[in-house]
């Protein structure tokens, strides 16, 4: 039994649920926002997020970091946007050696930085692990079988993971391929929006199994341009996230694209849903693609839908007549 403090109240209450229920570890809790926890404590469940999954008396709610202290793992379920600003906080409360795990998807923004190399720079005596792959909250917190990565640098640290995270419903690979890991999570969220567009303008299968093919295809050729491996987006991080976020609407991203296909304005659909990390995200592989002279079709054309202004079918028009080409660039 490991000692365990989960951050964040969203995933971060599914992932608690699914440990303390079927690993039985000393979990607790902690949020920033009070209020979630106060709530949380009322109601006995995350009722906004994650309402019908019961939180057991025995998982401890805090907004007290000192709780890091003895802790032999600290799980991150935190939106991209605030890891840095957290990392801060948590940093003082880590022992040399403790396991951080990171379960958000998205790249820093301003800085177009990975988050293992944000968690590096504010964390660096922790032992990092990505816990990434094809798992939404609703279904975790309910224990559906459920299959992920948990990829480190550090081997033992990825085995600790999968040690203390599996369990008959949730099966943990291991991977040592971090970046590309790490691309695959936040890079299908952008390919998401752009396949829920294609369900809101009305388009069918078709459309969509182009989206996530080809859509692959442009993850794969920055992940290459990063230093990962092609293989790493055959698996869990790549085409299986894809599959999970692209087909379902407990994603966010999906029901965000949705929204602008039939035509609410980007800015707006965002703030409907919540959490749509593919809006963040698609601004920092823009930026990765010019840093890195890699062609992202789709990523570009949902940059120009969601920051240009441009019209969602002008932007798909333009896709369409894009120069005719082989189906493997590199092979020709
Ligand atoms: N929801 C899922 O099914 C799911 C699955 C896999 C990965 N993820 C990833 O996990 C991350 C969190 O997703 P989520 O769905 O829990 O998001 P969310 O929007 O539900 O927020 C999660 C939690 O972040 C915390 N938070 C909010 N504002 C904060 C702040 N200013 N500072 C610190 N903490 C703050 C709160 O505790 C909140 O409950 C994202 O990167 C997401 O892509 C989510």
């Given at each position: 039994m490991a000692k365990i403090t989960v951050l964040g109240g969203g995933?971060?209450?599914?992932?608690?649920v699914m440990l303390y229920t079927t690993q039985?570890?000393?979990?607790?809790i902690w949020s920033a926002l009070p209020e979630e926890i106060e709530a949380m404590r009322r109601d006995g469940e995350q009722k906004e997020k994650l309402p019908g999954v019961k939180i057991p008396n025995?998982?401890?709610l805090t907004t007290d970091l000192s709780v890091v202290d003895d802790?032999?793992?600290?799980?991150?379920?935190?939106?991209?946007?605030?890891v840095r600003e957290t990392c801060q906080k948590v940093a003082p409360h880590v022992k040399e050696g403790t396991v951080i795990v990171n379960a958000g998807k998205g790249i820093e923004e301003d800085s177009l930085k990975l988050l293992s190399t944000v968690f590096a720079e504010e964390i660096p005596n922790g032992a990092y692990v990505v816990l990434t792959g094809p798992s939404h909250a609703e279904e975790v917190g309910r224990n559906i079988?459920?299959?992920v990565v948990a990829a480190s640098s550090n081997k033992m640290a990825a085995y600790l993971v999968q040690e203390w995270f599996s369990s008959p419903t949730f099966r943990v690979y291991i991977n040592d391929d971090v970046t590309g890991c790490e691309l695959g999570?936040?890079?299908?969220n952008v390919i998401a929006l752009c396949a829920g567009i294609s369900d809101g303008l009305g388009y069918g299968d078709n459309t969509k199994a182009m989206l996530m093919t080809r859509g692959l295809h442009e993850i794969e050729r920055l992940g290459s341009a990063l230093g990962s491996r092609a293989n790493t987006f055959a698996g869990l991080t790549g085409l299986g996230d894809l599959i999970v976020t692209c087909t379902s609407m407990h994603s966010r991203n999906r029901r965000a694209g949705i929204l602008i296909g039939q035509g609410v304005n980007p800015a707006d659909a965002v703030a409907q849903v919540g959490t749509v990390e593919g809006y963040y995200c698609c601004r920092a592989a823009y930026g990765l693609a010019r840093r890195y002279d890699v062609e992202m079709p789709f990523t570009d054309g949902l940059y120009r839908i969601l920051f240009e202004n441009v019209n969602v079918k002008d932007a798909v028009q333009s896709l369409l007549d894009r120069p005719k080409k082989h189906e493997y660039e590199k092979l020709i």
């Open positions: 995933f971060g209450t599914a992932l608690a039985q570890h000393e979990i607790t025995g998982i401890s802790s032999d793992l600290v799980l991150f379920a935190i939106p991209s946007a605030y079988p459920t299959s999570g936040a890079l299908k």
